[in-house]
């Protein structure tokens, strides 16, 4: 049968995967490998090991088809031949049921299932996060959003519907727009003539706390693909950019990417803020962003093969980097600048764990903090926390 060929393709690739590189990093080069593999099966293939990495740490004895059947049941994937054989295969039915009925089945079927061991770090989530919502959001794939520029908005919505793409505009953010996971967005012209930024819509929401900021002088320290710099370019007049990675690469697509969207105001350099701020010697600045290297734990819904992955050890390196790196950039911040910290991370020792010592070592005054997409299914999850230098 069909479906029993695409099984041992799904196991095959699963057997293969060593955790890095990233998981959509490794099948997209699986699948350049097998350049005859149609786009039907890419997808398949994707759903199946996602599925499978779903599970977390639950049920880890049994076949591994058989964790992928239970996966998929639960992440509640119907309308394919390939699954629902999976199911009949191991008496799953219900799949039509909601997640909390889905997961109710299973315990009866599965009595060593617990919810638990889908996201198994629940003594290290952070009071701003919901565990048992951690649990369950780790079975839904998260929608794509995206920011899209004020004067351009028009102009976006008339692409996306000549191109019969649904799409939502956020209620509360109406430059914010979300569509289905899976949605390709990148060949668009509005896109290439950067007329909206692929942003997860809690990474725009985390900019959202800042006061009125006209003229200012900011530096995103750790500025990665830019688009927290190319949401502060759209929102504050008279904005003068200073943006630091350590990656070079990173910095010359930030670069293309600023010159497509018109933000003129800016300078690059390449630097290690762990190290030191040698590159901002003689800046003061009147905001600063530190979107800092994290686990990534509040995406991992997206990226569920982390929960496999991850060393809790990784918490205490990321830790001391996110120390380094705050030490160094804070000492140019002006007498009542703003400084922004954010992680993608929901555990307290990459957040709030670390938080209160540095505003006391640096005379901070703690202005707000927040969990971010907390109990929200379709978003990733962040922390934010707002200081200001008296």
């Known amino acids: 049968m069909r479906e029993d060929a695409q099984l041992r393709t799904a196991l095959s690739l699963l057997a293969s995967y060593t955790g890095k590189p990233s998981l959509p990093v490794f099948l997209k080069n699986s699948f350049r490998e097998h350049p005859n593999m149609g786009s039907r099966d890419r997808r398949l293939y994707t759903a199946a090991i996602y599925a ?7 049920l880890p004895d049994l076949p591994r088809e058989q964790r992928i059947a239970i996966g998929a049941f639960l ?10 054989n999976l199911y009949t295969r191991y008496s799953l039915e219900g799949v039509d049921a909601d997640l909390e009925q889905r997961l109710l089945l299973i315990s009866k079927a599965y009595p060593a299932f617990k919810t638990t061991d889908l996201y198994p770090f629940l003594t290290n989530v952070s009071r701003y996060f919901n565990a048992v919502h951690l649990q369950h959001a780790i079975l839904v794939q998260p ?17 996306l519907e000549k191109n019969a793409i649904p799409y939502q505009i956020d209620a509360s953010m109406p430059q914010t727009v979300s569509f289905a996971s899976g949605v390709s967005l990148t060949k668009l012209q509005s896109f290439e003539k950067g007329y909206f ?20 002088y900011a530096w995103d320290v750790c500025a990665g ?15 003068k950019l200073f943006c630091t990675d350590v990656r070079k690469s990173i910095l010359d697509n930030l670069q293309i990417r600023f010159r497509k969207a018109g933000v003129k105001n800016f300078s690059l350099f390449e630097a290690d803020l762990a190290v030191s701020a040698k590159a901002a010697t003689g800046k003061k600045f009147d905001l600063i962003v530190a979107d800092v290297p994290c686990s990534g734990s509040g995406t991992w819904a997206r990226n569920p093969d982390r ?12 830790q001391a980097l996110q120390q380094g790196i705050i030490s160094n950039a804070l000492p140019t911040l002006k007498s009542g600048g703003y400084f922004v910290y954010i992680t993608c991370s929901v555990f307290k020792q990459e957040n709030e764990g670390i938080v209160d010592a540095f505003a006391k070592e640096h005379g901070l005054s703690i202005l707000s903090m927040q969990g971010i997409g907390a109990e929200d299914f379709t978003v990733d999850k962040l922390f934010v926390a707002l200081f200001q230098k008296p």
């Open 197 to 216: 930024e692929i942003q997860d819509r809690s990474s725009q929401e985390s900019l959202s706390i800042l006061p009125a900021l006209k003229n200012s």
């Open 225 to 239: 693909s830019g688009g927290k710099s190319l949401q502060l370019a759209d929102t504050i007049e008279g904005l």
């Open 307 to 318: 929960v496999s992955f991850f060393d809790k050890k990784e918490m205490e390196r990321y």
């Open 143 to 159: 929608l794509v959003w995206i920011r899209v520029k004020k004067s351009q908005q028009l102009a976006v919505q008339a692409e």
């Open 52 to 58: 499978y990495y779903r599970m977390g740490k639950a």
């Open 75 to 84: 992440s509640g994937i119907s309308n394919q031949d390939f699954f629902t």
